[in-house]
C-alpha cells in the first residue's frame, strides 16, 4: 500500500468547524498568497504554476499553466469564469470546498486573474447548491469588506470584481462553452468548435479562462509554497494531491485527499484510512474509477496508480475524482442502464446523434430489464453507441459537438464486454426474445425501441 | 402572480448592474422572480425581460432549459430524491418507492394539501452519503424511510426551520459596496487593465 504522509492542500482547513469564516482564512495563512502574487509580476505567477504543473481538477486533466497561457495577445478585456457546476454522477468535492473553504478559492481567483489579466470574475455556483451559494456569498462581502476584492486590492493597481452567478440546474453547463452560454443568459448549449478554447473566444467572444473550483483551491498552497513543492509532490505526470470521492457498496465512504499518482485503486477503496473495502465483506464486481463517464474498470485494475497517464492507458480515466464501488451483487444490466438514463435525461438536444443516441440506448436498456428484450438489442445497442461514438473506442471519437453523447457509451461498451450473459440472462426472461431473434432479427433491431418507457424521474428534465 | 415588487426590482437593478450585459442577469432574476412567487409567473417572466431588454419568448427559451425553474406552481416544499448511480446502489429506488407510497402521489406530482411537490432527481453531488435527498436545495444525507416520514412530518408541523420555502435559493446575497466595486468590465472597451502595462524589463503579457 502506498499510504503517503502529503501534506493537505486544499482541505487543510476542514478540521476547524469556521472553516469557511475570514477570521478562520487569515488565522491560517489566508491571503497570504495574494499578498506574495501582488509582489510578483503577473507573467512570473504563471510561470510558477507552469512549474508546478498542476492538472486541471474538472475532468479533462489540461494543465492550468499552459491554460492561462493561451489568451491571444493585446485582447482585452480577459475574463475569468469559475466552473463550480459539479455535477457529474459520482462526484462530490467542489461542493465542499465552496462550503467548507470559499476563501480558499476567493483568493485562487484573484491570483489567477490578476496572473492572467482578467478584468472581471464570474464565480459559477450550480443552482441546487444553496449551502455553497451562501457560504461564497458571505465570502465575498468578507472579503470586498476586508479590501481583497474590488478596487484597488490591498493598495495595488490591481482591481477586480468577483460576481457571484447561479445556475439553475443542468448538468451540460458544466461544459465550458456551455457555462459562456448559460453565463450570458441563455440555453446551456455547448458551442461549435473551433475555437477549441475560451482562450481565444469566450465571455461574450472575448478571451476566457474557465477553470474548475478544485484546480482554483490549489492556487494560494502553490504561490505561498512555491512550485517546487507543489511538483515534488506526485508522480511524474500527475503533481499535488487531489480529492477522490469512494461512493457505492463500500464501508466507509467519502471524500479523500491523497498524494496524486502514487496511491492506488486499492489504497483508496480497501484501506482502512480511506473506503475501508467493500461493506459486509462482499466482494468487487466492478468500479467506476472517474465519474459516469469514465468506462468501467474491475478487479484487474484495483493496483494502478491513480495517476492520469497510467489510467489513460489502461483505458479509462480519473475524470472528476469520482470512484463508484460496485459489488458482487450488482445488476450490471440496471447500473449501465441507471448511467445511461442519466445522459439522455441530460442531452441538451442539440446535435442528432446525442439527442436520439442517448434516448434509443436508454429505451432499449429499460425494456431488456423489464423483461421485453430481444437478442438483437446487444448488436441495436452496440450500433447505436456506435453512431454517436464511431469505432467504440477510447479516448473516444465523437460525432457530436461536446463529449456528453460519448460518455454514455462508455458504460454501454463495458458493461456489454464483460457481463454480457447479465444482459442474455433479462432477455431470455422475455418469452418471445428467442422467437424474435430467429424470426427475422434484422427487420426487429430496425425498428425504434418501444416508446412507452420514457425516462420517469418527475419533474421536467430540460 | 404578479411583476417583481418595487424592492424586488430594485434588487434585480442591482444584479444587472454587476454584468456587462444586462441579459447575462437573466437566471439570477429568473431565480429572484421564483423566490417571489414560488414559481415563475408568466408576468413575472415579463418583467424579468423588460429588465434584461429582450423578449418574454427569450426569457422562457432560458428558462425551460433548467431543471429549476418550475413553470407551474409547485408544493410548499421540493423533496428531490437523488436516483443516480451512487444512490440507487444504496436504495434510493427503494427510497423513492416509499415516498410515494407514504405521500400518495407519484413523482413530478404535489400532495393535495399543497405541502410537497416529490421529484427523482439525477446526481446532486452527495454520493458518499447516499441515498441523499434535498429538501428546496438544502441536503439530508444517508436516507432512511423512518427519517423520510419524520422529515414529513417535520415540514409539515413547521418544524424544518433550516429549509425556506420553495424558491428561496440563498438566504444570504453577495453585496459589492459601491465604494470598493472595481466595475463590469465592457467587452468592447479593448481596455487592458493597468497592472498589465508594460513594465521596465519588457515583459510581453
Given at each position: ?44 505567477v ?29 485582447v ?237 492507458r ?21 447500473a ?48 447505436v ?22 460518455s ?11 457481463f ?38 418527475g419533474?421536467?428534465?430540460? | ?6 424592492e ?14 444586462p ?66 446502489l ?66 409539515r ?24 466595486a ?17 513594465r ?6
Open positions: 500500500m502506498a499510504i503517503t504522509d502529503a501534506p493537505k492542500i486544499v482541505t487543510s482547513r476542514f478540521q476547524y468547524d469556521d472553516s469557511h469564516t475570514l477570521a478562520r482564512y487569515e488565522a491560517t495563512g489566508g491571503y497570504q498568497a495574494l499578498r506574495k502574487a501582488l509582489g510578483m509580476s503577473p507573467t512570473a504563471v510561470e510558477e504554476v507552469k512549474a508546478a504543473s498542476l492538472l486541471g481538477r474538472g475532468g479533462a486533466g489540461f494543465p492550468a499553466g499552459v491554460k492561462w497561457g493561451f489568451c491571444p495577445p493585446g482585452w478585456p480577459r475574463y475569468l469564469v469559475v466552473n463550480g457546476d459539479e455535477s457529474e454522477p459520482g462526484t462530490y468535492k467542489d461542493r465542499m470546498l465552496m462550503e467548507r473553504d470559499p476563501h480558499q478559492i476567493i483568493e485562487g481567483v484573484l491570483i489567477a486573474s490578476y496572473a492572467v489579466g482578467c478584468s472581471q470574475a464570474f464565480l459559477y455556483v450550480r443552482g441546487e447548491m444553496a449551502l455553497a451559494q451562501e457560504r461564497i456569498a458571505a465570502a465575498l462581502n468578507e472579503a470586498y469588506d476586508a479590501g481583497y476584492v474590488g478596487r484597488n486590492i490591498l493598495g495595488s493597481e490591481f482591481s477586480l470584481d468577483i460576481v457571484l452567478h447561479w445556475g439553475a440546474g443542468a448538468y451540460i453547463v458544466g461544459e465550458e462553452t456551455a457555462l459562456i452560454e448559460s453565463l450570458e443568459g441563455h440555453r446551456g448549449m455547448p458551442r461549435l468548435k473551433p475555437p477549441y478554447f475560451p482562450a481565444a473566444k469566450g465571455l461574450y467572444l472575448q478571451p476566457t479562462i474557465v477553470n474548475n473550483i478544485e484546480t482554483l483551491s490549489n492556487i494560494p498552497w502553490i504561490v505561498a509554497n512555491g512550485a517546487e513543492a507543489f511538483a515534488a509532490l506526485g508522480a511524474e505526470t500527475s503533481k499535488g494531491t487531489r480529492l477522490f470521492a469512494v461512493s457505492g457498496h463500500v464501508a466507509n465512504p467519502g471524500v479523500f485527499e491523497v498524494e496524486y499518482g502514487v496511491t492506488t485503486f486499492r489504497d483508496l477503496i480497501y484501506a482502512p484510512v480511506y473506503a475501508g473495502g467493500i461493506r459486509g465483506g462482499r466482494k468487487l464486481k466492478a468500479f467506476i474509477p472517474g465519474g459516469a463517464s469514465s468506462p468501467w474498470f474491475f478487479e484487474e485494475h484495483l493496483d494502478l496508480p491513480l495517476e492520469k497517464v497510467t489510467v489513460d489502461a483505458g479509462s480515466m480519473l475524470g472528476s475524482g469520482a470512484i463508484v464501488v460496485m459489488d458482487e451483487t450488482t445488476d450490471m444490466v440496471r449501465c442502464h441507471r448511467v445511461v438514463r442519466f445522459f439522455a435525461s441530460e442531452s441538451c438536444g442539440k446535435c442528432t446523434p446525442c439527442r436520439e443516441g442517448t434516448t434509443w440506448l436508454e429505451r432499449i436498456l429499460k425494456r431488456i430489464l423489464d423483461g421485453q428484450g430481444r437478442m438483437s438489442d446487444l448488436d441495436l445497442l452496440l450500433d453507441a456506435d453512431n454517436i461514438s464511431p469505432g467504440i473506442a477510447w479516448p473516444p471519437k465523437q460525432t457530436t459537438i461536446c463529449p456528453l453523447g460519448p454514455a457509451v462508455s458504460p454501454i461498451a463495458s458493461a456489454i464486454r464483460r454480457r450473459h447479465e444482459f442474455e440472462a433479462h432477455i431470455a426472461r422475455n418469452p418471445n426474445a428467442a422467437l424474435e431473434a430467429s424470426d427475422g432479427g434484422a427487420s426487429t433491431a430496425a425498428r425504434p425501441a418501444a416508446v412507452e418507457t420514457a425516462v420517469s424521474l419533474g421536467h428534465h430540460g | 402572480m404578479a411583476r417583481l415588487t418595487p424586488n426590482e430594485a434588487l434585480a437593478r442591482e444584479i444587472i448592474a454587476r454584468y456587462p450585459r441579459r447575462s442577469a437573466l437566471i439570477p432574476l429568473l431565480h429572484l422572480a421564483q423566490e417571489q412567487d414560488g414559481y415563475l409567473a408568466t408576468d413575472a417572466m415579463e418583467h424579468v425581460a423588460e429588465l434584461v431588454g429582450c423578449s418574454p419568448a427569450q426569457v422562457l427559451g432560458t428558462a425551460s432549459f433548467y431543471e429549476m425553474f418550475k413553470l407551474e406552481p409547485v408544493g410548499r416544499y421540493v423533496v428531490n430524491i437523488c436516483t443516480d448511480i451512487a444512490c440507487m444504496l436504495g434510493a429506488d427503494e427510497l423513492l418507492h416509499h415516498a410515494e407510497e407514504q405521500l400518495g402521489i407519484r413523482a413530478g406530482q404535489t400532495t393535495a394539501d399543497g405541502a410537497i411537490t416529490l421529484e427523482g432527481v439525477t446526481c446532486i453531488a452527495a454520493c458518499t452519503e447516499a441515498p441523499c435527498l434535498q429538501v428546496n436545495y438544502r441536503y439530508r444525507y444517508r436516507v432512511t424511510p423512518e427519517a423520510f416520514d419524520q422529515l414529513c412530518e417535520d415540514l408541523a413547521g418544524r424544518a426551520g433550516d429549509i425556506p420555502p420553495h424558491g428561496t435559493l440563498a438566504r444570504v446575497r453577495q453585496h459589492i459596496p459601491a465604494e470598493r472595481a466595475g463590469p468590465a465592457d467587452p468592447s472597451s479593448g481596455v487592458q487593465p493597468a497592472w498589465m502595462a508594460e521596465p524589463s519588457g515583459e510581453a503579457v
